[in-house]
């Protein structure tokens, strides 16, 4: 099992910006899809991004298509993502995850990822 850490989250402004990173032991990092989730108080916990094993997919929710970017540095067995122009709706916990032994796709839920970091909060203020 992969062990995950996240870090970079904060208090900022509407329209500004924020890079969440997502750092991860155990396991070899390229075994796994990373994707990246969020909880909203009072709210499941939804998808956001993922991004494949080498970093050359990606899929993203409509709802931050256009303004946050995935990628995946291997050489630091590390996961970012890149939240630009941020909403007050994009406050939440946001949760790094590893997905192992899943074929590539289009569409992922929660269960595919077997491995959680413990969350870092975001908070964008109106």
């Known amino acids: 099992q992969v062990q995950l850490v996240e870090s970079g989250g904060g208090l900022v402004q509407a329209g500004g910006s924020l890079r969440l990173s997502c750092a991860a032991s155990?396991?070899?990092?390229?075994?796994?899809?990373m994707g990246w989730f969020r909880q909203a108080p009072g709210k499941e916990r939804e998808f956001v991004s993922v991004?494949?094993?080498?970093?050359?997919?990606?899929y993203y929710a409509d709802s931050v298509k256009g303004r946050f970017t995935i990628s995946r540095d291997n050489t630091k067995n590390t996961v970012y993502l890149q939240m630009n122009s941020l909403k007050p709706e994009d406050t939440a916990v946001y949760y790094c995850?590893?997905?192992?032994?899943?074929?590539?796709?289009?569409?992922?839920?929660?269960?595919?990822?077997?491995?959680w970091g413990q969350g870092t909060q975001v908070t964008v203020s109106s």
């Open positions: 995850a590893a997905a192992a032994d899943r074929p590539w796709g289009s569409s992922w839920r929660r269960s595919d990822f077997g491995s």
């Open positions: 155990g396991r070899t990092f390229t075994s796994y899809v």
């Open positions: 991004i494949s094993w080498g970093g050359g997919s990606t």
